[in-house]
């Protein structure tokens, strides 16, 4: 089988002007959104106390509600999840209520109101473990930029670097747009999810800045547009395949995977896709940008010929 | 061109049966078991205890399918959770309170494979269902009560050696000794400077008073306030010990914090009641007049309990208690005058007044020091009283060797928390929850291993097929690594094993394609394999190096589910570039490689550019 044939190299890097304006428009409305809206941070960051409840029979959620207002928690939020008979109660911290006591205190209250109410799983973050973890988080992703582009400066050339860590940034931007737009819950497993997804672009920019060395290397005369597009085309089919097999896995994920692993798959989802865009549509053309050209590469084979004179 | 030296394939043997041999534990699943240890109080676990058990439970008519001595205890497994709880109660009411008889899983793995250390992967709270508690400890609190003690043996010893004082007063974090005059201050300041090392002294004069102001030493600080949490540790465990849990997890997580884990564990009201509980000290007078020979055939007089002393006989000890362990702020392990092992412990003003009048009053005569945990006491040691003992510091000695010291020592120590703690984390998983946790993590990684197997073996044919081989040698490494380095498996982390399945195909792709591209160019498909495994291998390097920055930072800086995430991703891109590189090499190697003819390889259609070739 064989699904690429590619005659002529695709001229990716002649539209580069309309890419380049779809990013940062992409950019813009992503940041834009989390500005206006924010993420809808999950308990991990915030603090607060997170119930799951399991009912056997459909839990009636007004009914369940009406027991914790009458408790005096107005504020707490209670919706289904998975199943009809799965409640999830969201309690914010109080500072004035020992908040370690809370989930015992709600949850004797709904076996007093409805016998079938089991306790599944329940979730306490302090605010001050909140904080440290968007420090932390933070900081990882920091650090895991700077490595990446010190790796690549290494590797290959400071251009190089600094164009995976723009297009693969810019990834991250949009999704943690996309968590602001729907107001998705963003939690501790979606932020290793972006942080894995920062790892795993950069990657893919590899891989056609690998080919895009080589190709220096062999086509002598070729102008740094037609190196790049032929790396780009030669690298085609691998990416989507790539990308494909790592979606099937994701896609698994998010239809076996229940809903702790949701957000994580969708966020994964959305960096793959990106991912692609951006190696492709975004680092190359700032990789231009920045004028690439045959001498970044090819200079340490000189070096060596001007030392080898007596 | 495309064979292997034998070691190479030796190398790929070797790691392919380590990991079968490795992550074959976590096929045999666990089976439900009990586990009896002895508490300080009742003898080590020995033969003998072994034979108990076994009767008991043979008497009780509860089949049972092994049991074993370990270091710490014994362990018995059943076939069914339902003789397991029989069997729990049979057992705790045989051994009564000496023994902490807890219910544990055991892996059912035969015994040359447990002897090998190859056990099944260990599976966080979140799949096995449990409490997580992370408490913090309050360093103020703890310095707080540093000062507190300070300043009552400031007193007491300012009061000692006459240095007439105005006042002192403890305010934030240090204390203000008053004096009427320089030359009392010069000498109180010469006083505690001398007794007390840890205390930076600085004078200060405001109108006609004359104060000297004590704050304790930075290095100090850090040793009370690291002690306080070594204390605290020490006591949660104790007090954990009494929930009858087996494996439980406490443990130091950065400078101020304790990780409380406890598998299993349901009744988080009875966890925390339990957590919050104190084992308490007490010192009585030994009832010295009384008949023990009477009390050990039960008559025991009134007003006097019988108890066996640690190390030494019985003995009778009034039921009066002169003081509890409130009162004691520290304990350490040491020598006396006489370089033998002791015990020092200081007491707080209270105490140490009450414990002056004690010994001024008893000389000679013997008190004893009772250990009460879990509603049962011990005489930890019981000695004569040769002199009064002031100012608040004690010593125990006699009979003891070092270590018996510290054991005394941490004892003492162990009752209370040295300073507050707060539970800043709590998370809960149900039993049930923990199952579907890993029956999806499981469905997520089968479906995603299918799908893709499918589509390679298509796209691919034989080169697929080797693909997908590879990739399995890769998913069992993994596992195998993770079963070996017994790294906890969390749901994040199962969903990084899937992840990582899907980011492993990668490297497989890049060499398929690269291969293809050799043949495009015209090369010998011999050639073609070589070159196209020569030169995907330097894009395989750089780009898993990347992601694997990512994993390290990940593993830096996140912590509980994502670190299981980050090192389980680190070790996936470890097994993947082997596997993909070693192992799918060494299988094309195989297939090909001695065939001298090879006309065409089955790595699917080659599409040639025909018309208009560039």
Not at chain 1, 288 to 305: A, N, Q, T
Not at chain 2, 319 to 326: A, E, R, S
Request: aromatic share 8%.
């Amino acid at each position: 089988m064989e699904f690429f044939r590619i005659k002529r190299d695709i001229p990716f890097m002649s539209w580069g002007k309309y890419t380049t304006t779809i990013s940062l428009l992409t950019f813009v409305v992503a940041v834009f959104f989390l500005v206006t809206k924010g993420l809808n941070l999950g308990v991990d960051f915030t603090g607060g106390t997170v119930m799951e409840v399991t009912y056997t029979h459909p839990a009636e959620t007004t009914r369940i509600r009406d027991t914790l207002v009458k408790m005096g928690m107005p504020d707490a939020s209670v919706q289904n999840f998975g199943t009809a008979r799965d409640v999830l109660i969201r309690l914010p911290a109080k500072p004035e209520m020992s908040s370690a006591k809370l989930s015992e205190t709600v949850i004797a209250a709904l076996r007093q109101d409805d016998e079938a109410a089991e306790l599944r799983r329940v979730e306490f973050v302090g605010p001050q473990v909140g904080k440290e973890l968007v420090e932390n988080g933070a900081l990882a992703l920091l650090l895991v930029s700077l490595g990446i582009v010190a790796y690549l400066a290494v590797r290959f050339e400071w251009k190089f670097g600094v164009a995976g860590i723009i297009a693969n940034l810019h990834d991250v931007v949009i999704i943690l747009g996309f968590f602001a737009f729907f107001q998705w819950e963003f939690s501790l497993t979606v932020l290793a999810a972006i942080l894995a997804i920062l790892g795993y672009s950069v990657n893919e920019s590899v891989v056609i800045f690998d080919r895009i060395r080589e190709n220096f290397r062999k086509m002598r005369k070729a102008t740094v547009n037609t190196v790049i597009d032929n790396a780009i085309t030669r690298t085609m089919s691998r990416t989507i395949i790539t990308h494909g097999s790592t979606q099937m896995v994701v896609i698994s994920m998010f239809l076996f995977g229940g809903e702790p692993l949701h957000n994580f798959a969708l966020a994964l989802t959305i960096g793959i896709l990106f991912g692609i865009y951006s190696s492709v549509l975004v680092a190359s053309p700032i990789l231009m940008l920045l004028g690439v050209s045959r001498k970044d590469i090819v200079r340490p084979e000189k070096k060596e010929e001007v030392q080898a004179l007596p | 061109m495309n064979r292997y030296p034998s070691w190479k394939y030796l190398i790929i043997a070797v790691s392919i049966l380590l990991g079968l041999v490795y992550t074959l534990p976590n096929f045999y699943g666990e089976s439900p078991a009990v586990q009896i240890s002895p508490l300080r109080t009742a003898p080590k676990a020995d033969t003998v205890l072994l034979q108990r058990i076994e009767d008991a439970l043979k008497k009780a008519n509860l089949p049972v399918d092994g049991m074993f001595l370990e270091a710490g205890g014994v362990k018995v497994r059943f076939a069914d959770t339902d003789t397991q709880i029989k069997a729990r109660d049979t057992l705790q009411s045989l051994l009564g309170n000496g023994y902490m008889v807890a219910l544990n899983l055991l892996s059912n793995s035969p015994h040359w494979l447990t002897s090998i250390g190859a056990l099944p992967m260990y599976l966080g709270l979140d799949l096995r269902g449990g409490v997580h508690f992370l408490l913090q400890v309050d360093m103020r609190g703890a310095l707080s009560k540093a000062l507190d003690r300070y300043s009552a043996d400031i007193r007491g010893s300012l009061r000692e050696k006459k240095i007439s004082y105005a006042g002192l007063d403890k305010q934030g974090s240090q204390i203000t000794v008053k004096f009427r005059n320089t030359e009392s201050r010069a000498q109180g300041k010469a006083e505690i400077n001398k007794t007390y090392a840890d205390l930076d002294l600085r004078e200060e004069n405001v109108g006609a008073e004359f104060y000297l102001i004590a704050n304790i030493k930075q290095e100090a600080q850090v040793r009370i306030q690291s002690s306080a949490v070594q204390q605290n540790i020490t006591t949660l465990r104790n007090r954990v010990n009494e929930l009858g849990v087996a494996e439980p997890i406490i443990q130091q997580a950065g400078v101020d914090r304790v990780v409380v884990q406890l598998p299993g564990v349901q009744d988080t009201a009875k966890a925390k009641d339990i957590l919050g509980r104190t084992a308490t000290l007490e010192v009585r007078m030994v009832d010295e007049g009384r008949d023990l020979e009477a009390a050990l055939r039960g008559q025991v007089p009134f007003g006097s309990e019988l108890y066996n002393e640690r190390g030494g006989g019985p003995v009778l000890v009034k039921k009066q208690v002169v003081l509890t362990g409130d009162r004691i702020t520290d304990a350490q392990p040491g020598f006396d005058n006489n370089s033998q092992p002791a015990v020092h412990i200081d007491l707080d003003s209270n105490g140490a007044r009450i414990f002056k009048q004690l010994t001024h009053d008893n000389v000679g005569k013997r008190m004893a020091i009772l250990l009460i945990e879990k509603n049962q006491a011990e005489v930890i040691t019981a000695p004569v009283i040769r002199e009064e003992i002031g100012g608040g510091r004690v010593q125990i000695s006699g009979r003891m060797t070092t270590e018996e010291a510290r054991d005394v020592a941490l004892l003492l120590r162990a009752g209370a928390l040295a300073a507050p703690m707060d539970i800043i984390e709590e998370r809960t998983v149900g039993p049930s929850l923990g199952a579907d946790n890993i029956s999806r993590g499981f469905n997520s990684t089968l479906y995603g291993f299918l799908g893709i197997a499918v589509f390679m073996t298509v796209y691919y044919l034989v080169f697929g097929f080797i693909s997908v081989t590879a990739l399995g040698v890769n998913l069992l490494l993994l596992v195998g690594l993770l079963s070996i380095l017994q790294a906890t498996l969390t749901l994040p982390g199962m969903a990084a094993i899937a992840l990582t399945l899907g980011m492993a195909i990668d490297a497989n792709v890049l060499i398929n394609e690269r291969v293809r591209d050799e043949l495009r160019e015209g090369l010998s498909p011999q050639a073609a394999i070589n070159a196209g495994y020569e030169r995907a291998f330097g894009t395989i390097l750089d780009s898993n190096i990347t992601t694997l920055i990512a994993g390290i930072a990940l593993f830096a800086f996140g912590s509980g589910p994502v670190k299981g995430f980050a090192v389980v991703l680190c070790l996936g891109i470890a097994t993947s570039m082997f596997s993909a590189v070693m192992v799918s090499r060494g299988i094309v190697n195989l297939v090909y490689g001695s065939r001298r003819k090879l006309e065409r390889i089955s790595i699917g259609q080659i599409w040639k550019p025909t018309t208009d070739k560039r």
